[in-house]
């Protein structure tokens, strides 16, 4: 199974931070890797998919990169609505995918 | 809108059956791979079972193998997932996921999008 590891695993940021999150997979995944934000009580919610493409509707804040085994997720100018946990997920291995452990990024 | 609402949570006894229940509206439901996936109170997300679009084809998590059958009913546009033999660490919010596709750069890609609102189950006696 290909295991999935984020860093940190939670950060304390101000609104208008530049903020990076760190996924890495176990085993190469090309860009096989996507990134959803979890809000408390809410369902997760894409935003990022094949390791660089933008959802429809998620802010251009909001940039992921990376092929292999390491990707980020940066976001360029926190604001208020983005304190949540960020999860990555690698789909190489569909349909048996797998996620990171998540990344809570709350008010400093 | 494209919906996905799921049913059916609730508190069981360990060794009890519970099944649970995604309605979906707002798109082609047969034409999509579905998925549950669970999140134990606090914790991460676990991909639990997947479905191809005509049903034919299934996937489960070792966690659940033996234990949980997914199954889809395409005329309802409907997903459902029976649990038997529960377990207390099977407590969890359950969601149920759109799988989408696309090719892109000569290779294809799927991710989850959207995710219904989720279903508490809670295994306690």
């Known amino acids: 199974d290909i295991q999935m590891t984020q860093s940190p695993s939670s950060l304390s940021a101000s609104v208008g931070d530049r903020v990076t999150i760190t996924c890495r997979a176990s085993q190469s995944i090309s860009s096989y890797l996507n990134w959803y934000q979890q809000k408390p009580g809410k369902a997760p919610k894409l935003l990022i998919y094949?390791?660089?493409s933008l959802q429809s509707g998620v802010p251009s804040r909001f940039s992921g990169s990376g092929s292999g085994t390491d990707f980020t997720l940066t976001i360029s100018s926190l604001q208020p609505e983005d304190f949540a946990t960020y999860y990555c997920q690698q789909s190489y291995s569909t349909p048996k995918v797998t996620f990171g452990p998540g990344t809570k990024v709350d008010i400093k | 809108e494209v919906q996905l609402v799921e049913s059916g949570g609730g508190l069981v006894q360990p060794g009890g059956s519970l099944r649970l229940s995604c309605a979906a509206s707002g798109f082609t439901f047969s034409s999509y791979e579905m998925n549950w996936v669970r999140q134990a109170p606090g914790k991460g997300l676990e991909w639990v079972s997947y479905?191809?679009?005509?049903?034919?084809?299934?996937y489960y998590a070792d966690s659940v193998k033996g234990r949980f059958t997914i199954s889809r009913d395409n005329a309802k546009n409907s997903l459902y997932l029976q649990m038997n033999s529960l377990r207390a660490e099977d407590t969890a919010v359950y969601y149920c996921?759109?799988?989408?596709?696309?090719?892109?750069?000569?290779?294809?890609?799927?991710?989850?999008?959207?995710w219904g609102q989720g279903t508490l189950v809670t295994v306690s006696s």
């Open positions: 094949a390791a660089s």
């Open positions: 479905i191809s679009s005509s049903g034919s084809t299934i």
């Open positions: 996921a759109r799988e989408h596709s696309n090719f892109i750069s000569s290779s294809w890609y799927c991710w989850f999008d959207p």
